[in-house]
């Protein structure tokens, strides 16, 4: 069955410093990948996505994702967090060809410290 | 940006009530997704509609659940009788179209059955 994991529930880190969130994906061909991003009281806002192409994909508010296929990794990286990117992220995934239907992880709650 | 907008934000039930939930989708969007999230769970999709009928459901949407898009510019989820399962998060999403179009996600309404 496709799944996604995201490892860390929460993770704290500093003002300034760089930050990476995992993400890994269960499915037998390459899938569609996005994260999106939740503040507190907001929808979940689409951070970027992979369908094909580069593997390294850029997106909103400094964010960029490698699609990573030999390990089934679709990590989310930023190179200096703002304490604005205190936020819940999740990843997701979605069948070739139907991107309405997303299977999501768990989500991680990234705290930023001043 | 254009938003997904749904009222109420926070909903209270007695368990064995009808509640409907609803949604104001972007305007000249054209598919329409309920996904709901159960706290500590995952975002899980319950249903897609398009061209007012449902193209796809999960096994969650049973027939205590049924959605609507009764005049063209709301879209609504109906609980016929809730259960106290049924609390959670649900999210109304939209998006102008499939096959890599993104998802716009409304900010979800808090249900609590009681």
């Known amino acids: 069955a496709q799944s996604v994991t995201q490892p860390d529930i929460h993770i704290t880190v500093s003002e300034g410093a760089s930050l990476e969130l995992r993400c890994n994906y269960s499915?037998?061909?390459?899938?569609?990948l996005f994260w999106y991003v939740q503040s507190p009281g907001q929808g979940l806002q689409l951070l970027l996505k992979?369908?094909?192409?580069?593997?390294l994909v850029q997106g909103i508010k400094g964010f960029e994702a490698e699609f990573k296929r030999s390990q089934s990794s679709f990590n989310l990286r930023k190179p200096s967090v703002h304490w604005s990117d205190a936020a819940e992220y999740f990843c997701?995934?979605?069948?070739?060809?139907?991107?309405?239907?997303?299977?999501f992880g768990q989500g991680t709650t990234l705290q930023v410290k001043p | 940006e254009p938003e997904v907008t749904q009222t109420p934000s926070h909903q209270v039930t007695q368990m064995g009530q009808e509640v409907i939930l609803r949604c104001v989708p972007i305007?000249?969007?054209?598919?329409f997704y309920w996904y709901r999230q159960i706290l500590g769970q995952k975002v899980e999709f319950l249903v897609s509609?398009?061209?007012?009928?449902?193209?796809?459901k999960s096994e969650i949407f049973d027939d205590q659940f049924s959605v609507e898009r009764p005049d063209g510019s709301n879209f609504t989820l109906k609980i016929r009788s809730t259960k106290l399962e049924d609390s959670a998060m649900y999210f109304c999403?939209?998006?102008?179209?499939?096959?890599?179009?993104?998802?716009?996600f409304g900010s979800g309404t808090q249900l609590s059955v009681l």
């Open positions: 509609f398009y061209n007012n009928e449902i193209s796809e």
């Open positions: 992979y369908f094909s192409g580069d593997t």
């Open positions: 305007s000249n969007h054209l598919y």
């Open positions: 999403a939209s998006s102008p179209g499939q096959g890599g179009v993104r998802l716009f």
């Open positions: 499915y037998g061909a390459t899938p569609y």
């Open positions: 997701a995934v979605a069948p070739s060809g139907n991107t309405g239907k997303l299977i």
